[in-house]
C-alpha cells in the first residue's frame, strides 16, 4: 500500500513546511490545521502515520483529539511534535498509547529519518514514486519548484553541471534551468523508462522524441545530436515509448 501521512499543525508555515519536506520524499501527504479538519480528513481516508501537533490553539489539544482518534483507529502510529518537554505531558500521552516524540525546532533529515523507521514497522508500507523533479529555477532561489517528468524534454552536460530543457504549462517555447550537479546525477532521479542518455553530453526524454535522422532526434523545434553507440537503445525506448 502506499505510505499516506496526515499533518496536523496549526502553524500554517511549520505546516507547508513539513507537507513539501514529505511530497518531495515521495508521500502522500494530507494536511490538517485543527481537530475538525483532521477529523474530516479521517473520515475521507486512514492514513499510516500522522504527525500531531501537541498544541493546537483549540478547546482540544494534540493528546485529546489523539485519544479520539484511537477509539476508531487504534493501529495508526503518532509522531508528536512539540516544543514542549513538561513530563506530565509526556505521561498523558503515554497514557493513550505508545507515542513517540520529536521536539521541536527539528531538522527535516531527523524528521525524515524518524518517519522511515516508522513506516519500516507497518506491513508492506511505501512511498509513492514522485512525478515531478525538484529544482531551483533561479540559483538564488531559496525553495525549489517540482518540475514534471512529462514536461522536461532533455537535459545537457555542461562540465560538472547540467542544462535542464523544459516545456512549462502553458508555454510554447523550451525553457532552460542550470542546476548545480552533474548530467549523471540528475538523470539518476528520472524515471529509467523516460529518460535515456543518447550522447556524452545529452539524455532526452524518449516520449518528446519526434522524429530521428542519421545523427539527430527531434524534440519539439530542437535537434539533439546522438552517438552512434546508442542508436540500437534509443530506437528500443522508442518502440517502448
Known amino acids: 500500500m502506499e505510505a499516506k501521512i496526515l499533518i496536523i499543525e496549526d502553524d500554517l508555515f511549520t505546516l507547508e513546511s513539513i507537507v513539501y519536506a514529505l511530497k518531495i520524499e515521495g508521500y502522500t501527504v494530507e494536511k490538517a490545521s485543527s481537530p475538525k479538519e483532521a477529523l474530516a480528513e479521517l473520515a475521507a481516508g486512514v492514513p499510516n502515520l500522522i504527525l500531531m501537533d501537541i498544541d493546537l490553539n483549540s478547546d482540544m489539544d494534540g ?35 505508545n507515542a513517540y516524540y520529536m521536539t ?72 532552460k534551468v542550470e542546476l548545480s550537479i552533474s548530467m549523471s546525477d540528475t538523470l539518476q532521479k528520472l524515471p529509467n523508462d523516460r529518460f535515456t542518455q543518447v550522447h556524452r553530453s545529452y539524455c532526452v526524454n524518449v516520449q518528446k522524441i ?30 517502448q515509448a
Open 63 to 97: 493528546i485529546e483529539l489523539a485519544a479520539k482518534i484511537h477509539k476508531k483507529h487504534s493501529d495508526i502510529p503518532i509522531l508528536y511534535l512539540t516544543d514542549k518537554t513538561d513530563s506530565r505531558i509526556v505521561e498523558r500521552a503515554r497514557n493513550i498509547h
Open 104 to 175: 521541536k525546532p527539528f531538522e527535516n533529515a531527523i524528521l525524515l529519518s524518524q518517519i522511515e523507521l516508522m513506516l519500516s514497522r507497518l506491513p508492506a508500507t511505501t512511498k509513492t514514486k514522485p512525478e515531478s523533479l525538484f529544482v531551483r529555477v533561479k540559483a538564488t532561489d531559496s525553495h525549489k519548484t517540482a518540475i514534471p517528468f512529462d514536461q522536461i524534454y532533455y537535459l545537457r552536460a555542461q562540465r560538472v553541471y547540467c542544462e535542464l530543457h523544459y516545456l512549462p504549462e502553458g508555454q510554447k517555447d523550451l525553457s
Open 210 to 239: 519526434e522524429g530521428i535522422d542519421r545523427h539527430d532526434l527531434i524534440l519539439r523545434d530542437r535537434a539533439v545530436p546522438f552517438s552512434k553507440k546508442y542508436r540500437d537503445q534509443i530506437l528500443e525506448y522508442i518502440n
